[in-house]
């Protein structure tokens, strides 16, 4: 089992790119979480879907889009990347909304100049 | 929305001593409250949780305590190592989410040898 994957580890942008990060799991979970982490202000959620082919907001979804492509993965598109949404992302999943325990995937780290 | 405080935001200990870390949330209906642990560079891994039912949980050198009527719940480390050296996060579940959880804004814990 790999757990939860995801790609890519490292990806600078300009102002303005376009960029997809992609997240698969393995573990066979019902639900999966887009996450942000910036210095002091722990880990804010972007997106979520508690289930395939439903996809809600977060705390802070402005700049982001998702697609929950199959139950396995489900990424997060940046349309128009700004220097705000240079960032570290993590994914995240879980059994269902009865299981709470998230898994994490490794993280990207992103730059936007 | 659930609000999730944590204190203190850095704390230094002697190896050998204990730590405390606390948390405040908002919503008294939450119910699950995780602790991660995330080293540098790494993901955020599950170390423990707690449900609302349960007043103390522990499992080796960590144990949580909830006060569900304070609405505080704290994570205790004894017999700190140099390898406990990370940053903590709590969260709260939103009650009556699809497991989405709130996160602290983490503690950086250093155990000094």
């Known amino acids: 089992n790999a757990g939860v994957t995801q790609t890519p580890k490292f990806q600078v942008l300009k102002t303005g790119q376009s960029m997809t990060l992609q997240c698969a799991q393995d573990m066979n979970h019902n639900s999966m979480y887009w996450y942000r982490q910036d210095p002091g202000m722990g880990l804010r959620l972007i997106y979520y879907s508690a289930s395939e082919g439903t996809t809600d907001k977060g705390e802070v979804p402005n700049g982001y889009n998702v697609s929950r492509l199959n139950k396995r993965e489900f990424s997060l598109r940046l349309e128009s990347a700004a220097p705000s949404q240079t960032s570290v992302y993590f994914c995240a999943s879980s059994v269902n909304r009865r299981h709470n325990e998230q898994f994490f995937g490794p993280g990207t780290r992103l730059t936007v100049l | 929305g659930e609000n999730v405080e944590q204190h203190p935001s850095t704390l230094s200990v002697q190896e050998g001593d204990s730590a405390v870390i606390k948390c405040t949330y908002s919503?008294?209906?939450?119910?699950?409250f995780p602790w991660y642990k995330q080293e540098l560079g790494k993901r955020p891994q599950l170390i423990i949780d707690i449900r609302s039912n349960v007043g103390e949980k522990k499992d080796q050198r960590i144990a949580v305590t909830l006060n569900k009527t304070a609405k505080h719940f704290s994570l205790h480390i004894t017999e700190t190592q140099p390898e406990d050296s990370a940053v903590y996060f709590c969260a709260a579940i939103e009650a009556d989410s699809w497991g989405k959880l709130q996160f602290g804004a983490g503690t950086q814990v250093v155990v000094t040898p």
């Open positions: 919503d008294s209906a939450s119910n699950y």
